[in-house]
């Protein structure tokens, strides 16, 4: 059975940080690219940072460069996003993927999230 599990969310004054993790069972975790994204009310769910399965390569939204650090620890089958320098625009719902394509087919799978909100 696969599962995402997200913890690590909040809530966190303006200029603070958060870490959050996702640690997955149920599938290979080192075959898999991982993402990180986010869904704040009313909006659609958005790319926040993801990396391939190896860890060499990563990517960010740009409302979020230089402040979030995505990782992954595959012997643990965890991933994780640093957060720092929060902002109030980045409460939202933060949610873990877990993506890998094999020939025609597309395995995705999804955490349950987990809150962030950011307030004084």
């Known amino acids: 059975q696969v599962q995402l599990v997200e913890s690590g969310g909040g809530l966190v004054q303006p200029g603070g940080s958060l870490r959050l993790s996702c640690t997955a069972s149920?599938?290979?975790?080192?075959?898999?690219?991982m993402s990180w994204y986010r869904q704040a009310p009313g909006k659609e769910r958005e790319l926040v940072a993801d990396?391939?399965?190896?860890?060499?390569?990563?990517n960010y939204a740009d409302s979020v460069k230089g402040r979030f650090t995505i990782s992954r620890a595959n012997a643990l089958n965890t991933v994780y996003l640093q957060m720092n320098s929060l902002k109030p625009e980045d409460t939202a719902v933060y949610y873990c993927?877990?993506?890998?394509?094999?020939?025609?087919?597309?395995?995705?799978?999804w955490g349950q999230g987990t809150q962030v909100t950011v307030s004084s």
């Open positions: 990396i391939t399965s190896g860890g060499v390569s990563t």
């Open positions: 993927n877990a993506k890998r394509r094999e020939l025609l087919r597309l395995y995705d799978y």
């Open positions: 149920g599938f290979t975790f080192r075959t898999y690219a």
